[in-house]
Structure formats: structure tokens, C-alpha cells
């Protein structure tokens, strides 16, 4: 990293246009260039290296390719060995998160063998699964109508992990997630969760990897949820950043949200543009006075009451912002919406997780009918 650093100090014409939607640059900074120079001399401190959301905005806005968020990612490495930072950032919870995530209590798979689609995984991530096990079972059972054979698997990627640095726990849990799918037979997974999508393309490139919502144009929505919101409140549609170079997936979503007949209006810095939603790079807890400003900040660009996203953490960002954030899934999946997601405990979520794992349980094969 050190070689890059001098060249980033060498080729960076303090513009600040890196700092325009960062979440933290202008907590540390008035110039970019100045904290530049800093890091030839000295790695960022650990207090700035976790307020990193690790949204890839800088690198986007830089004229000379300059990338903080890289620098910062680096930085967040060389603490993983010593607990007693990882500790002051937040770093138990994260570790009883990931253990409970990657436990059998809330973690399964369901493999069928039948149908074209035995190759195929679905795989709804750790946020959808703890808002809504209904909504997952809804979206999966639609699934397995249109591509028979479909399988599930409810399991983390480990991108909480990762975000906190620890690498090497994060491969160890992405190695875990590889042998489930492998055992799975799966080859092809469908993502609903933007962190999962990016991880699984980023760290097994073996796997091929699909956006649930490509798969859904693709397929084509429920007749009945066609031009179900065309009565709806204009909405505002954020784009998550961990897949700010998706085009694909911008243009599919786009397309899903206009068979809803949903009114919707963009952001001004949308798609590759887009920013981060607060809750990126653990940032909740590692900064949250920061993550909580990012949430108000994002949620306040619209003059919309209510924010569209296809990633449930967003969502509830907008939420925490002072809007109403919305799933695109509940739009199309769950017809009794009403147009509000219900504010819920983390002792619900992992109860909701629980439950989603259940319902998964009690999937039977086809073959096993006959
Ligand atoms: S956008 Fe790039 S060149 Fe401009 S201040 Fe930031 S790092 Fe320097
Ligand atoms: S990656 Fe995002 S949060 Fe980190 S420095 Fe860049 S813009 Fe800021």
C-alpha cells in the first residue's frame, strides 16, 4: 500500500470532490491532499479507518483514480490481530453476530432434485431473512414456480467480517458458505442482497452469480402484481452502493418498478453515483453518530416521503433517515403491504431468522412425494 499512497500523494489536485457524499472525509479533513501526505508517514488511525463505509464513492468522484476507501480497507487489516482495537469498534457484536449466523439454529440449506433448475440457489441474506420470513418464503415459492428445481440456501456471506477486517475469519466463513453450495450442487446462486451479490462475484468467481431482481425481469413479475401501485405516492428510488457498477441490475430494477406502475423519481446521485445509505461498512457501529448523520443526510435528498431500495438494510437506513424506507420485494411479493415496514427489535430478527430457517425445513422435495 505504501507505493500506492505516494503515488495517490503525488497525483491528487486536492479538488475535494472525493469528500462531496462521503460520510467521513470531512470529519478528518479540509484537504485531501494534506491527509495524503500524512499517510506517507503515517497509517490512518484506527478511528479513521473505521469510519470508512467502504462505499467506493471517492474512487468514483476522483479525477485521478485516487481510491481512500482502499487505503482505509488496508488499514482495517493491519488491526484485525489486535482485539482490543477491533473491541473498541464493535467488533463482539459482530462476532456474535457472525457465529450465530453461520450456526445451524439459523442457517440451512434445501437442495430439491428434480427440475431444470437443480444448479440454481436462492439465497435471500441475512437482512431479508430477518425482516420478513413470509417475504422470503413468498419471493422463493415464486421462484420454484418459474424455475423448477430451485434450491435455498438461508447463510451469511460474511461481509460483516470483512467490513470489519478480520480476513482471516472472513475466509474461513466464505469457505463454509462455498462447501454449502457445493454440497448443494448449486453452480448459479440468486441473490436479493447487494452485499452477498458482491461478495460471492469478489471472493468465488467460480459461482456464477445472479441478481434476484435480473432473474425477475427476466421471468417476468406475478400477473397480479402488474400495475398493482399506479395509485401509489411517488416514491424515491436509492440504489445500493455495493453494486454501484451493476448496470445490469439499475436498468432491470428500473424496469420492475415501472411494470408495478410505481411512480417513482431518481436521486440526483443515483446508479454509479449513488451514496452510501449510512449502514455500509458496519458503519452503525463502529461510528454511529456518523452512520446516523449519512441515514438523515441520504433520506433528506428527496422531497418523497417514501424511499424505494432492493436491499433490506437501506430500507431500514431510510427508515432510521426520518423517511419511509421500502423494500422493492414487498411491492411485488406481498400484496397486503401497507406501504410501511413495521419497525422491529433485534430479538424479533433473529426470531424472524429462526422462523425463515423453519420454513425451509419443512420444504419437501418433489421427488420425495412420489
Ligand atoms: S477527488 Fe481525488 S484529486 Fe480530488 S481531492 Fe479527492 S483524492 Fe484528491
Ligand atoms: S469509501 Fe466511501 S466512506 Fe470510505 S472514504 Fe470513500 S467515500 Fe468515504
Not at 194 to 212: Q, R
Not at 293 to 305: D, G, K, L, V, Y
Amino acid at each position: 500500500m505504501e507505493s500506492e499512497i505516494n503515488a495517490y500523494e503525488k497525483a491528487c489536485v486536492d479538488c475535494r470532490s472525493c469528500m462531496k457524499g462521503c460520510p467521513m472525509l470531512y470529519s478528518f479533513t479540509i484537504s485531501p491532499k494534506k491527509l495524503l501526505t500524512k499517510f506517507t508517514t503515517e497509517l490512518p488511525t484506527s478511528d479513521m479507518a473505521f469510519a470508512c463505509a467502504n462505499c467506493g464513492l471517492c474512487a468514483h468522484m476522483c479525477p485521478q483514480d485516487i481510491d481512500f476507501g482502499k487505503v482505509f480497507t488496508a488499514s482495517k487489516t493491519t488491526f484485525a490481530d489486535d482485539k482490543n482495537v477491533l473491541k473498541k469498534y464493535g467488533y463482539g457484536a459482530v462476532i456474535f453476530h457472525q457465529k450465530s449466523s453461520f450456526s445451524r439454529l439459523f442457517s440451512t440449506t434445501k437442495k430439491f432434485t428434480t427440475g431444470e433448475y437443480t444448479h440454481m440457489a436462492f439465497m435471500p441474506g441475512c437482512a431479508l431473512s430477518s425482516y420478513s420470513p413470509s417475504l422470503v418464503h413468498s419471493v422463493f415459492s415464486y421462484l420454484r414456480s418459474k424455475c423448477s428445481g430451485i434450491g435455498i440456501i438461508q447463510q451469511c456471506c460474511g461481509t460483516p467480517t470483512r467490513m470489519m477486517g478480520d480476513m482471516a475469519q472472513f475466509k474461513m466463513y466464505h469457505s463454509q458458505l462455498e462447501r454449502d453450495l457445493e454440497k448443494m450442487g448449486a453452480t448459479t446462486v440468486v441473490t436479493a442482497c447487494e452485499n452477498c451479490f458482491m461478495s460471492i462475484k469478489t471472493y468465488a468467481p467460480h459461482i456464477k452469480i445472479v441478481s434476484l431482481y435480473s432473474l425477475l425481469e427476466q421471468i417476468g413479475l406475478p400477473e397480479s402484481a402488474k400495475e398493482r401501485h399506479k395509485n401509489a405516492p411517488k416514491m424515491a428510488l436509492h440504489d445500493p452502493c455495493p453494486t454501484r457498477y451493476e448496470k445490469e441490475i439499475h436498468k432491470d430494477v428500473r424496469t420492475l418498478l415501472a411494470q408495478l406502475g410505481l411512480p417513482y423519481e431518481e436521486f440526483k446521485q443515483n446508479r454509479e453515483k449513488t451514496l452510501c445509505c449510512g449502514s455500509g461498512g458496519m458503519l452503525e457501529l463502529t461510528h454511529s453518530g456518523l452512520a446516523h448523520e449519512q441515514m438523515r443526510s441520504r433520506a433528506n435528498q428527496t422531497a418523497c416521503e417514501s424511499i424505494v431500495s432492493y436491499c433490506q438494510s437501506c430500507a431500514e437506513s431510510m427508515s432510521k433517515g426520518g423517511k419511509n424506507g421500502v423494500h422493492l420485494l414487498d411491492l411485488i411479493f406481498n400484496p397486503d403491504f401497507a406501504m410501511k415496514q413495521e419497525a422491529q427489535g433485534v430479538l424479533k430478527k433473529w426470531y424472524n431468522r429462526f422462523s425463515s430457517r423453519q420454513k425451509i425445513h419443512a420444504l419437501k422435495d418433489d421427488a420425495s412425494k412420489r
